[in-house]
């Protein structure tokens, strides 16, 4: 199956700063990226949809200033948390699927560990 | 809206035995269906789809799952488990009318016993 990238794999922090998470597809192009959050114990909880070229659309309840979405190319997308603070640590996940048809199974990055101290 | 249940939190097996994972779902049109399986610290690794055609779909690593309409239900098995096969699990429905979202299940963590 296709590939999906994150890095870094884990990062701590110290709360205030900003902290950047790539999502890259390395063999696909991935029109759409979709970034998820998962809680210890927890299910993957959808943040928004990442769409090439033009801005992200954002589930209901995740503040859209804090956490910044920029998917300029076709194979990359970035997240980034703002003034990140402890609440804000968790794993988060990429995922992409290949351009087309909706019943594509979606490729999933690696994770990337937040921790804000 | 769509949604995925998962009834168990956990499934305990002997290696050997058969195991399953059970996955209930609910859509407004036609149910595209998933399962993946998470490994600790590691992203979500495809297993197998239903999207359309025989009712039993055969995926990764000796994984099956049987798509039933009539009791909206997608239960991941495989006859003889390994000890290798204790992870999270979890299952996961797109519905094209919602966006091609996928929405996932609470997750089932399996623990396969030497």
């Known amino acids: 199956g296709a590939v999906v990238s994150q890095h870094p794999s884990w990062v701590i922090c110290k709360s205030g700063t900003s902290v950047k998470i790539e999502c890259r597809s390395l063999d696909f192009q991935a029109t759409t990226m979709f970034w998820y959050r998962q809680f210890p114990k927890q299910s993957l909880m959808l943040m928004a949809t990442?769409?090439?070229?033009?801005?992200?659309?954002?589930e209901q309840g995740v503040e859209k200033d804090k956490f910044l979405i920029n998917h300029a190319s076709l194979t990359l997308s970035t997240l980034t948390v703002t003034s990140a603070h402890p609440e804000d640590s968790s794993f988060y996940i990429c995922?992409?699927?290949?351009?087309?048809?909706?019943?594509?199974?979606?490729?999933f990055g690696p994770g990337t560990r937040l921790t804000v101290l | 809206a769509q949604s995925v249940a998962q009834p168990e939190d956990q499934v305990n097996v002997a290696e050997g035995n058969p195991l399953t994972v059970k996955c209930t779902y609910s859509v407004s049109g036609n149910p595209y269906l998933f399962w993946y399986v998470q490994y600790p610290n590691r992203g979500l690794q495809f297993l197998l789809k239903y999207i359309t055609g025989d009712n039993l779909v055969k995926g990764s690593y000796g994984f099956e799952a049987e798509f039933n309409k009539s009791q909206t239900s997608f239960h991941l098995k495989k006859p003889s488990a390994l000890v290798s096969d204790s992870a999270l699990y979890f299952c996961?429905?797109?519905?094209?009318?919602?966006?091609?979202?996928?929405?996932f299940g609470g997750g089932t963590r399996v623990l396969v016993k030497p």
């Open positions: 990442s769409n090439e070229g033009s801005k992200a659309t954002y």
């Open positions: 996961a429905v797109r519905d094209k009318a919602a966006g091609n979202k996928l929405t």
């Open positions: 995922s992409s699927g290949t351009s087309g048809a909706t019943f594509n199974e979606q490729f």
